[in-house]
């Protein structure tokens, strides 16, 4: 689990200099800075969506993602948490983004594709620590860029980073026949529409409720595992 510890407070280190550099930057900058890391987020989404290998189980992760999203209220429920948190950060969220927009944006780029799986799963098999560490440095120096823009929900993002890399850490062996490199692919490219409609959110051309699609990274391995018993 060291290279999950370590990830984490390296999205918490990196988000405190964020933070700290933010106090600094006048409102027309960040908003400058925010339209530019959501055209960044619209790209690295693209990049991801193209590693998909069956649109099919894409259309049904994402659609059964978003029924059992908008049924539990993941949205409502992270915003509520959201607004929780803002009113005793206020000073140090003043910004125009909503802690849970930072919130999710930044979990979803510090946890979805093969680095993170991947680099899990080896430290949970084998004790390889190597991608987590590399993935740790890439991190901080995106925490501390995202955090300028996206406010202090980038560094909530680090319990995200926790549960979801040391789940897989912890179930490496569960979890082996089932992340395939097939499965990897799909919850890349799930993952990856999700970050590009929070691309879109944040340049203003829309207002999705992305984290009511959340499941759909979780509902992709499953369907690809119930192909391979066809």
């Known amino acids: ?46 990049s991801g969506a193209l590693k998909g290998e069956n649109t099919l189980i894409l259309i049904v992760s994402i659609v059964v993602g978003a029924v059992i999203g908008t ?6 429920r992270i915003n509520a948490l959201g607004d929780w948190i803002g009113k ?15 919130f999710v944006t930044a ?7 093969a680095l993170t799986i991947v680099g899990s799963l080896n430290a949970g098999l084998t004790g390889d620590n190597e991608m987590l ?3 740790s440095l890439l991190d901080l120096i995106s925490s501390a860029i995202l955090s300028v823009s996206l406010g202090i929900g980038v560094m909530f993002a680090a319990a995200f980073v ?3 890399q040391g789940s897989i850490v912890l179930l490496a062996q569960s979890l082996q026949p089932v992340l395939t490199d097939s499965a990897i692919a799909e919850i890349t490219c799930a993952g990856s529409v999700m970050i590009i409609a ?9 207002k999705i409720k ?21």
Do not use: H, Q
Request: include cysteine; proline fraction near 2%; aromatic fraction near 12%.
């Open 198 to 206: 929070l691309g879109l959110n944040l340049i203003g051309l829309a």
């Open 133 to 135: 560490f590399t993935k």
């Open 88 to 102: 005793r950060f206020k000073k140090a969220d003043s910004g125009n983004v909503s802690i849970a927009e930072g």
């Open 210 to 230: 992305v984290a009511n699609y959340l499941p759909a990274i979780f509902v992709a391995p499953v369907i690809c595992w119930i192909l391979t018993l066809f």
């Open 71 to 76: 049924w539990l209220d993941i949205d409502g």
């Open 162 to 164: 926790f549960v979801f």
């Open 1 to 46: 689990m060291i290279g999950v510890f370590v990830n984490t407070a390296t999205v918490i280190i990196g988000s405190a200099i964020g933070l700290l550099f933010k106090k600094g930057i006048s409102k027309r900058f960040t908003d400058a800075i925010m339209i530019g890391i959501g055209l960044c987020t619209i790209y690295i989404g693209i």
């Open 107 to 113: 979990s979803l780029l510090f946890c979805i594709g």
